[in-house]
């Protein structure tokens, strides 16, 4: 074309003269870079398993798992019923000068309901005689027995007289060894059958019964029996009758004076008090009089 007359002809950058740099040709070979590449262990292998967790990680997994409203709501629960355990525990022994029912031991079996009653021949009980003044020096009374299970309270005397299991009672007091004859204040469930009671008459039939029922497991055999009282009782529905019991020991002849109270004290079965000394401890004999104005239902 004419206006590319008398012009040199067209050179790229690299083959001008003038370009500072040689042009450099690769050849295929050169063109190829190996890159190593790093060591292995040998042939692919599938990654070990995580370790088994024992029962206090599966524990603390799980309890990362909980809502944390769920863990406040449980630690909420446990916190209030630990303090309801904690003011039944405080004032469940909120009685003055009160004992809790010691529970007898298995030192023998409990009798039958109504055992003891038969072949025991009793003249009738006076229809209401007072209790007499025994002789004797009044033990101090230093508390009161609250015996819960049957709902009965009476006087909790001082020394010589000590809290002794005493089975079949619930609660007992007793001066020296557990043998025949007994010195004891018990306390326990009627442990014959009977209907309900409902008169005076019936109180002091029931009465009767525990009496004869004491002959035969706390009293010497072949006893006699002498009718000392018979009277309701201070305060409160039932009766109480006391009694002489003359026997023969070890060849000699000793008694004991006794009572037996029958009291309702609103549960399935009436109460029965039973208390007697034997004349080795006829310097107690007072106590009795104690029992009687003190007995009344709880």
Do not use: C
């Not at 029962?55 to 309801?84: E, M, N, Q």
């Not at 309900?196 to 497991?217: C, F, G, H, I, N």
């Not at 029992?291 to 239902?297: F, I």
Request: proline share 11%; glycine share 8%; hydrophobic share 40%.
């Amino acid at each position: 074309m004419a206006h590319n007359q008398g012009q040199e002809p067209y050179q790229p950058s690299y083959d001008a003269p003038t370009t500072p740099f040689q042009r450099v040709e690769l050849s295929p070979a050169d063109r190829t870079v190996n890159v190593p590449m790093p060591p292995t262990a040998g042939p692919f292998r599938t990654p070990p398993a995580p370790p088994r967790r024992g029962f206090v990680g599966r524990l603390v997994t799980g309890i990362g798992d909980v809502p944390i409203k769920a863990v406040y709501l449980l630690a909420a629960v446990i916190a209030t019923v630990l303090a309801v355990v904690a003011i039944f525990a405080l004032f469940s022994g909120d009685e003055p000068n009160a004992i809790e029912p010691q529970r007898a031991q298995d030192s023998g079996p409990a009798p039958a309901s109504g055992a003891g009653e038969a072949g025991v021949a009793l003249a009738p009980v006076p229809e209401s005689l007072a209790f007499p003044a025994m002789a004797g020096k009044a033990s101090k009374v230093i508390g009161t027995v609250v015996d819960k299970r049957t709902g009965i309270s009476y006087p909790k005397l001082g020394t010589p007289w000590a809290a002794k299991s005493f089975a079949p009672f619930v609660i007992a007091q007793r001066v020296g060894k557990v043998e025949l004859p007994h010195t004891m204040v018990a306390s326990a469930p009627l442990p014959v059958t009977a209907d309900k009671p409902v008169t005076s008459a019936d109180y002091r039939e029931l009465a009767v019964r525990a009496a004869r029922w004491s002959l035969r497991t706390q009293h010497p055999e072949d006893g006699t029996v002498t009718w000392t009282a018979s009277q309701k009782p201070v305060k409160g529905k039932g009766w109480i009758v006391g009694f002489k019991v003359d026997y023969t020991l070890d060849g000699e002849r000793h008694s004991s004076q006794a009572l037996a109270a029958v009291i309702e004290a609103g549960r399935k079965k009436p109460a029965m008090l039973l208390a007697t000394i034997p004349d080795s401890d006829k310097s107690h004999w007072r106590d009795l009089n104690t029992l009687v104005k003190g007995l009344r239902s709880a």
